[in-house]
Structure formats: C-alpha cells, structure tokens
C-alpha cells in the first residue's frame, strides 16, 4: 500500500537523519495521507497551498486534535525540507482546537486492583510500567542483562528525552 521509490526515498531520508522507526512510520504514514488527499499528485508539484488545505481539512473537516495536526505538519515540513530540499515560506492553515479534556488517572487502589488481576508476563510488564514510569516500547526493549536485582535498578536504553543511567524500582 505505501511502497513506492518516492516513499522509499523518503524511508532512506529518515533513516540517514536516524530517526526512530516509530516516527518512520508516522512520517510515511502522513505524507503518503497527504499525496492521496491530493489525488496522487507528487508533492513537488505541490506547495504552501496544498499543505494548508490538508492541515485545515484535518481541522475542520476530521476534527483531529491539535497534537495529531501538528505531528501531519512536522511529517509535511520534513519532506519539504529534508527530502525535496524545497524551504517553506508562509503555511497558512486552520489550527486544530486544543483539548479541555482532563486525563482519566487510575487511584492507586484501582491500580493495585488492575495489576493483581493480571498473570505472568502481563503482571510484570504493568508493574515495570506502572513503577517505573517507562514507555511501553521501553518495557517491551527491555532484556535480562538490563536488570540489576542486587542495586534495585532497570537500564533503560534507547530511551526518549534526556533521561540517562538506570531507574531504581521497589517490588510492588
């Protein structure tokens, strides 16, 4: 569905610059989004205009968040910069509305209810998780040489932000 040279190209792009493979495919994923919105038109025929129509039309017309609108826009900036190398100037477009909603956050007790109903690997995956405050991909990278029972520690690797060294964890 999303193979062609030009998505291939643009694969390579991302990988030279080292991005994560996560942020490969949600690149991939937007601009292939965009050239279909335009009816396959390549995107160097395309320019401020056509992405300002796609961004608004995301706004207005699918209701995306202000978050998800901004993840298109750094998808679209990105191949116009860094694979067709063409600058843009002045993006002109309909911002999403920021969300009022507040996050649902579990009670500790409804937590500690969750997990104990949990088995296995599940149970110690949701307790790292929960205890140690990692991402979900940083749990599912996680391998035994990256435990350390005697100082009570878990190396993360490959971690997203500044955070370096090991994170101390206490049995729930």
Same mark, same amino acid.
């Given at each position: 569905?999303?193979? !062609?040279?030009?998505? *291939?190209?643009?694969? *390579?792009?991302?990988? !030279? ?15 292939? /989004? ?14 401020? /205009? ?33 694979? @067709? ?5 002045n @993006? ?9 909603? @507040?996050?649902?956050?579990?009670? /500790? ?6 997990? $104990? ?5 599940f149970?110690?995956?949701? $307790? ?6 990692? /991402? ?9 040489? *990256?435990? *350390? ?13 500044t955070?370096?060294?090991?994170? !101390?964890?206490?049995?729930l």
């Amino acid at each position: 569905m999303k193979h !062609s040279v030009f998505l *291939d190209h643009v694969r *390579d792009v991302i990988r !030279s610059n080292h991005f994560s493979y996560s942020t490969e495919k949600t690149y991939i994923s937007w601009i292939y /989004r965009y050239i279909v919105f335009h009816d396959k038109k390549h995107p160097i025929e395309m320019g401020e /205009r056509e992405i300002g129509d796609f961004l608004t039309n995301l706004a207005v017309e699918r209701k995306v968040s202000a978050s998800t609108q901004n993840q298109a826009l750094n998808a679209l900036v990105f191949l116009y910069k860094k694979v @067709l190398k063409i600058p843009l100037a002045n @993006l002109d477009f309909r911002n999403a509305r920021i969300g009022k909603r @507040l996050p649902v956050v579990l009670s /500790r007790e409804e937590t500690h209810k969750v997990i $104990s109903n949990l088995t296995g690997e599940f149970h110690l995956m949701a $307790s790292i998780l929960y205890g140690g405050g990692l /991402r979900l991909t940083e749990c599912l990278n996680l391998r035994v040489k *990256d435990l *350390d029972f005697s100082l009570k520690e878990i190396i993360i690797r490959g971690a997203k932000g500044t955070m370096t060294g090991g994170l !101390s964890f206490q049995p729930l």
